[in-house]
């Protein structure tokens, strides 16, 4: 639905940059080297960019979890105010400039998004309740925004549903920045039925009376009020026996062109992925070679069969 790349914010460091408190960096390979290649970057490094410079001495959070001070770990210096000042500023102009997810650096007390450590005083273990002060800043700015951290990357299913997110709230902006209609939003709607089948039925069954109810409503209203579910509803995670019911109901739509031969292995290919004998790209690379082969139009527009391009192979890890 959109070929322009998703543009995407990321801590400075994670790119390679050497912005790290002790001049070094945290270079992600899967970012940098595979994913890097689908998108556009937005580096950012709020305790560069707040004039802490580079090297300096390492901070903390001090205080309650809820609303810590920030301060130098040796000079005690407070950067609370001033870095609350230039988060609000730096996420105001990042929210000109249409970006589709987020990429934090994990444990950091400026970007760290959760379980990042808080000292209630001087001496005292810190509590792992924290979140980082340009985290908390942006999230509150962004609630539709995917957002996550780069450790937790490493879990297959979570790197699976953080880039379907990026990629499905790219088309929806696309969508909104192309006149919107209540046709468009119909289609939209259609082509995303079994992404949401996967994540969420109730919500699902909530957009698409929504959906019916378009026409007799403002349509900004409409879209507005869609555009929060349908997001919402993608951050429900999808799971094995999800994919097996969006499986179960694609199959239906074939099965009927097929042979009795291919019905059967087509039914013994889902049920091996609900066994976990195969990865999720399975099924649904014999799902797409039917519906190609018989041209089935209506499951041929299905986001759910690539919500993502191929060449990252997320699919072949859940």
């Known amino acids: 639905m959109t070929q322009t790349k998703p543009r ?14 002790d001049g070094g960096h945290k270079k992600d390979e899967f970012l940098t080297q595979t994913f890097g290649r689908f998108v556009e970057w937005v580096a950012v490094c709020p305790e560069v960019e707040v004039g802490m410079g580079t090297p300096r001495e390492s901070i903390r959070l001090v205080g309650s979890a809820t609303s810590p001070q920030l301060v130098g770990d040796r000079s005690g210096r407070d950067w609370t105010e001033p870095m609350q000042a230039y988060a609000k ?16 650096k994990k444990d950091s007390p400026s970007c760290g998004m959760e379980r990042v450590r808080v000292y209630p005083s001087k001496g005292k273990a810190p509590n792992r309740n924290g979140r980082g002060m340009f985290a908390q800043v942006l999230l509150d700015a962004s609630p539709l925004l995917p957002i996550e951290e780069e450790g937790r990357l490493n879990d297959p299913k979570l790197r699976d549903n ?78 094995v026996r999800k994919h097996v019911n969006v499986l179960t109901h694609l199959a239906g739509y074939v099965s009927k062109q097929l042979s009795p031969d291919e019905r059967a292995e087509l039914a013994e290919t889902i049920a091996d992925y609900h066994h976990g004998l195969v990865p999720l790209i399975v099924p649904i690379t014999l799902i797409r070679h039917y519906v190609k082969k018989h041209r089935i139009a209506y499951i041929q527009d299905q986001m759910f069969l690539q919500p993502h391009p191929k ?4 699919r072949n890890h859940v």
Request: contains cysteine.
């Open 8 to 21: 995407i914010g990321i801590s400075s460091c994670l790119l390679g940059q050497r912005v790290r408190y």
């Open 89 to 104: 500023r730096r996420v105001g102009e990042l929210g000109t400039m249409n970006l589709a997810g987020y990429v934090l």
């Open 311 to 314: 060449e990252l192979m997320l």
């Open 162 to 239: 953080f880039i379907e997110r990026i990629f499905a709230y790219q088309r929806w902006n696309t969508l909104l920045d192309d006149h919107p209609s209540v046709g468009k939003l119909v289609a939209f709607h259609a082509a995303h039925k079994f992404v949401l089948m996967a994540h969420s039925e109730p919500h699902l069954r909530q957009l698409g009376r929504l959906v019916a109810s378009a026409k007799g409503r403002p349509l900004r209203e409409a879209l507005e009020e869609y555009g929060h579910l349908f997001m919402e509803a993608l951050g429900v995670p999808a799971t």
